[in-house]
Each structure stands twice: as structure tokens, then as C-alpha cells.
């Protein structure tokens, strides 16, 4: 059965080599030729692709504040389409997601927070 980008690729969970939860696909990257289909190229993985998907000003003002947080910060994490290894109920990885920017928003709110007021 061929595959669907929305209904099997977009906003379904990922899962790493180990089988922890790298979130979900946020957006899809495309590469567009003249005479040929679109091709996929990565999914993105980001609270920046997500606001922009609401409001390309929002995803704008997301990505300035996430640029403070260091320097290679401030844009979509992307992920070859080639590193994805199972398109299915969840997509799988071939690599272990916790080293790459995806967690960096957790990890930088894991350094600051030691308790959640109110929690």
C-alpha cells in the first residue's frame, strides 16, 4: 500500500534505535524538480515547525527566542528521510535520538527547573 505524507508520515510519534520516544514529525521537507514528483528529503522535528504550521509569525518569534539559547539553535531539527528505517504506527530511527538537538528544549528546561511550581 502506497504511502500517505499526512496520514502516515505527519504528526505521527518517532521512536530511536532503543526504542524511547523522539516525539513527532512536526513538518516535511520536499525537494520540488521540474518535470519529476516531489521528493522527500527530511521530516522536521521542532516547536518551531509546529508554530509556523499555526502562524508563520508565531514560528518566527519561536525561533528568534530559541537562537539565545545557543548558537545552533533557532532552526527545524531535520531528519534525513533516509534515517528513517519503518514508516508503520510509529516511525522508527536508526540512531539513538537523546545526543541530537531533538530533547534540547527538555534538556535546557531540565537544567533550570528543579521543581514545577504548583506540581
Known amino acids: 500500500m502506497p504511502i500517505c505524507l499526512i496520514r502516515d508520515v505527519l504528526d505521527n510519534k ?9 516525539g513527532r514529525v512536526d513538518g516535511i521537507v520536499l525537494e520540488l524538480s521540474e518535470g519529476g514528483p516531489p521528493r522527500v528529503l527530511y521530516v522536521e522535528v521542532s516547536p518551531i515547525t509546529l508554530a509556523r504550521r499555526v502562524n508563520r509569525r508565531l514560528g518566527d518569534w519561536i525561533a528568534r527566542l530559541d537562537r539565545r539559547l545557543g548558537p545552533e539553535r533557532g532552526v527545524p531539527f531535520r531528519i534525513p528521510i533516509t534515517r528513517v ?35
Do not use: C, H, K, M
Not at 518517532?14 to 520516544?21: A, K
Not at 514508516?87 to 527538555?106: K, Q
Open 14 to 22: 518517532l521512536v530511536d534505535s532503543e526504542g524511547q520516544n523522539a
Open 85 to 119: 528505517t519503518g514508516i508503520g504506527v510509529d516511525l522508527r530511527l536508526d540512531f539513538r535520538a537523546e545526543p541530537t538537538p531533538i530533547f534540547a528544549a527538555e534538556r535546557w528546561l531540565r537544567a533550570r527547573l528543579s521543581r514545577i511550581p504548583g506540581a
